[in-house]
């Protein structure tokens, strides 16, 4: 399958400060990117979708000026997690959609978990 | 929008015998099922998915049955080995759309 890498893997952080994760898709190009977070024990909630040019799409309930997404190439998206509170710790997860003979395929990076002090 | 249900929680198998994990949804328009598996810490990994068009697939030890009637699929794993225990999330969605919309998961255990 397609390779996707989230760099870093984890980070611990104070309260108030800035977090950048970045997503790369290796070996595909990505025209669109999603990112997930996941708590413990609990099934991913997407966050926002991400298409490479464009303005990211935010669901419902997140907060776009908090969790601030760039897609910049078809290879790379960032996640800013902005002035990061305790609350906001979780383990965060991108994936990458692939298309094939008309159809689509989402492949997981391997996650970033992020524990604010 | 869609909504997927998934059970077991959690599901207890001796090595060697089968596993099956049931998900139902609700958007008669979803059109795309996949299944993946999480292991502790780690991002989830597809291990088989179906389309729409198709009633049943398999790889070796998976397989993956749907029933566009009824709204429902399943996960079938035969041979279940201690390498098999992770969680299984089963999702779905309508295709070009791209949003998965995921179940509450299945911790497998398999016990030797």
């Known amino acids: 399958g397609a390779v996707v890498s989230q760099h870093p893997s984890w980070v611990i952080c104070k309260s108030g400060t800035s977090v950048k994760i970045e997503c790369r898709s290796l070996?595909?190009?990505?025209?669109?990117m999603f990112w997930y977070r996941q708590f413990p024990k609990q099934s991913l909630m997407l966050m926002a979708t991400?298409?490479?040019?464009?303005?990211?799409?935010?669901e419902q309930g997140v907060e776009k000026d908090k969790f601030l997404i760039n897609h910049a190439s078809l290879t790379l998206s960032t996640l800013t997690v902005t002035s990061a509170h305790p609350e906001d710790s979780s383990f965060y997860i991108c994936?990458?959609?692939?298309?094939?003979?008309?159809?689509?395929?989402?492949?997981f990076g391997p996650g970033t978990r992020l524990l604010v002090l | 929008g869609e909504n997927v249900e998934q059970h077991p929680s959690t599901l207890s198998v001796q090595e060697g015998d089968s596993a099956v994990i049931k998900c139902t949804y609700s958007?008669?328009?979803?059109?795309?099922f996949p299944w993946y598996k999480q292991e502790l810490g780690k991002g989830p990994q597809l291990i088989i998915d179906i389309r729409s068009n198709v009633g049943e697939k398999k790889d070796q030890r998976i397989a993956v049955t749907l029933n566009k009637t009824a709204k429902h699929f399943s996960l079938h794993i035969t041979e279940t080995q201690p390498e098999d225990s992770a969680v299984y999330f089963c999702?779905?969605?309508?295709?070009?759309?791209?949003?998965?919309?995921f179940g509450a998961g299945t911790q497998v255990v398999v016990t030797p």
């Open positions: 991400s298409n490479e040019g464009s303005k990211a799409t935010y």
């Open positions: 070996d595909f190009q990505a025209t669109t």
């Open positions: 999702a779905a969605s309508m295709g070009s759309w791209g949003k998965l919309q």
């Open positions: 994936s990458a959609e692939i298309e094939a003979s008309g159809t689509e395929t989402q492949y």
């Open positions: 958007d008669s328009a979803s059109n795309y």
